[in-house]
């Protein structure tokens, strides 16, 4: 009997040991082919405690209640090794729409199929009707002039003038993000765009490029409103190695974002990069709601010093309406272009920039931390219609 009572009581065990391992194993994956982070343990979290830094919250946020703090440490394997990400690489699905372009180069004459080939390959990339009128009148007037002849000078023509493009607008060199504040002020980084763009894992890789470069970063998960939100932003966290401020499920996002900027003046932090709901551009109270948040982000000891605004690539010229609406709102200080490596439509990019006058400043060229790409023109440009892309 005894004998029994002892192999019943290890099979009991062992089956308790198995719903452990089932819940570690239920862990929200990041993206295919990215092996799934430790469960984050919260058990130990102590709450947030407003008013820490200051003397009285504002009257327009609603106190956060029960936002904790997720401290995270990922053990040094969890960020997926993977192989540097190229812009040669991201630009295959784009390049195939810009194949009759570069097949121009070897005409010994520009004919008439020329011309048609070439605003084809612009519209279908998304370069736009305007930005696409504009060049080719350009490349009409030129030819005409006789300083253009053949279909190597052309193509060559195109692609300084698609430089010039994306040359006009400024942006700082290999991507920074402004750091640059007040004496004792925290930088504010605020992402925003509409659902499913790719916003929280855009953060995810901006925590990681900061952390690599030793910035100490605390994570705001201001989207209060979409399931798992918060979740999936301190998976990210963990992947990282860096603190994230959660919110309760429906807390007024301002509050959050209050909390986490306030936590990081008092513990040294060195930036708050704040997620934001999927704010629908096209609705009135919501962009209105987002212009409270950038307020209150702005506020002592904050100073929000980019609004990063992530579209997604494969909307083409859609993306166009969405920079435009949320630049009114807001105030955008530049885009990444997410989902990159997956869309056809890269020319949206000159399209952005050449409208809006709006830097890009980020391509997200995949699921892993890494896969993060500097805005660079004459590197984008080149893969799109060099015969050979650039690594």
Same mark, same amino acid.
């Given at each position: 009997?005894?004998?029994?009572?002892?192999?019943?009581?290890?099979?009991?065990?062992?089956?308790?040991?198995?719903?452990?391992?089932?819940?570690?194993?239920?862990?929200?994956?990041?993206?295919?082919?990215?092996?799934?982070?430790?469960?984050?343990?919260?058990?130990?979290?102590?709450?947030?405690?407003?008013?820490?830094?200051?003397?009285?919250?504002?009257?327009?946020?609603?106190?956060?209640?029960?936002?904790?703090?997720?401290?995270?440490?990922?053990?040094?394997?969890?960020?997926?090794?993977?192989?540097?990400?190229?812009?040669?690489?991201?630009?295959?699905?784009?390049?195939?729409?810009?194949?009759?372009?570069?097949?121009?180069?070897?005409?010994?004459?520009?004919?008439?199929?020329?011309?048609?080939?070439?605003?084809?390959?612009?519209?279908?990339?998304?370069?736009?009707?305007?930005?696409?009128?504009?060049?080719?009148?350009?490349?009409?007037?030129?030819?005409?002039?006789?300083?253009?002849?053949?279909?190597?000078?052309?193509?060559?023509?195109?692609?300084?003038?698609?430089?010039?493009?994306?040359?006009?607008?400024?942006?700082?060199?290999?991507?920074?993000?402004?750091?640059?504040?007040?004496?004792?002020?925290?930088?504010?980084?605020?992402?925003?765009?509409?659902?499913?763009?790719?916003?929280?894992?855009?953060?995810?890789?901006?925590?990681?490029?900061?952390?690599?470069?030793?910035?100490?970063?605390?994570?705001?998960?201001?989207?209060?409103?979409?399931?798992?939100?918060?979740?999936?932003?301190?998976?990210?966290?963990?992947?990282?190695?860096?603190?994230?401020?959660?919110?309760?499920?429906? =807390?007024?996002?301002?509050?959050? #974002?209050?909390?986490?900027?306030?936590?990081?003046? @008092? $513990? !040294?932090?060195? *930036? +708050?990069?704040?997620?934001?709901?999927?704010?629908?551009?096209?609705?009135?109270?919501?962009?209105?709601?987002?212009?409270?948040?950038?307020?209150?982000?702005?506020?002592?000891?904050?100073?929000?010093?980019?609004?990063?605004?992530?579209?997604?690539?494969?909307?083409?010229?859609?993306?166009?309406?969405?920079?435009?609406?949320?630049?009114? =709102?807001?105030?955008?200080?530049? #885009?990444?272009?997410?989902?990159?490596?997956?869309? @056809? $439509? !890269?020319?949206? *990019? +000159?399209?952005?920039?050449?409208?809006?006058?709006?830097?890009?400043?980020?391509?997200?060229?995949?699921?892993?931390?890494?896969?993060?790409?500097?805005?660079?023109?004459?590197?984008?440009?080149?893969?799109?219609?060099?015969?050979?892309?650039?690594?």
């Amino acid at each position: 009997m005894v004998t029994v009572l002892i192999i019943i009581g290890i099979v009991v065990v062992l089956a308790g040991a198995g719903v452990v391992v089932a819940k570690r194993r239920s862990s929200p994956a990041l993206g295919a082919g990215t092996p799934a982070p430790q469960r984050i343990e919260q058990a130990a979290v102590a709450p947030v405690v407003l008013n820490a830094t200051t003397d009285a919250v504002p009257a327009d946020v609603a106190v956060a209640e029960d936002a904790p703090v997720a401290p995270v440490v990922a053990p040094a394997d969890e960020v997926a090794e993977s192989t540097p990400p190229s812009v040669g690489a991201a630009s295959a699905k784009s390049r195939g729409i810009f194949a009759g372009l570069r097949a121009a180069r070897r005409l010994k004459a520009i004919e008439p199929s020329t011309w048609d080939e070439l605003e084809s390959s612009l519209l279908r990339g998304d370069v736009g009707v305007t930005t696409t009128t504009r060049l080719l009148e350009t490349l009409r007037a030129e030819v005409a002039a006789g300083t253009v002849t053949d279909g190597s000078g052309l193509l060559e023509r195109l692609r300084i003038l698609l430089i010039a493009t994306l040359s006009q607008v400024e942006r700082p060199e290999h991507g920074e993000l402004s750091l640059e504040v007040a004496a004792g002020r925290v930088p504010v980084w605020l992402l925003v765009g509409v659902n499913g763009v790719g916003k929280t894992t855009t953060i995810g890789k901006l925590a990681y490029r900061a952390g690599g470069e030793g910035k100490k970063v605390l994570l705001a998960a201001g989207d209060t409103f979409r399931a798992a939100a918060g979740e999936q932003l301190a998976t990210w966290g963990a992947r990282s190695e860096v603190d994230v401020v959660l919110g309760a499920a429906g =807390a007024d996002p301002s509050a959050v #974002i209050f909390d986490a900027v306030q936590r990081a003046g @008092a $513990r !040294g932090f060195d *930036v +708050v990069i704040a997620d934001t709901a999927g704010r629908l551009h096209n609705k009135v109270n919501l962009v209105e709601e987002l212009k409270k948040i950038r307020r209150v982000a702005d506020r002592e000891p904050g100073q929000v010093t980019e609004v990063l605004l992530v579209i997604d690539a494969t909307t083409g010229q859609n993306a166009l309406q969405q920079a435009r609406q949320f630049t009114e =709102a807001v105030s955008v200080t530049g #885009i990444v272009l997410s989902k990159f490596d997956g869309s @056809a $439509r !890269g020319g949206v *990019v +000159v399209a952005i920039e050449a409208e809006l006058k709006i830097p890009v400043r980020f391509l997200g060229v995949g699921e892993h931390a890494s896969d993060l790409i500097a805005f660079e023109p004459i590197a984008f440009v080149d893969a799109l219609l060099a015969d050979d892309p650039v690594a």
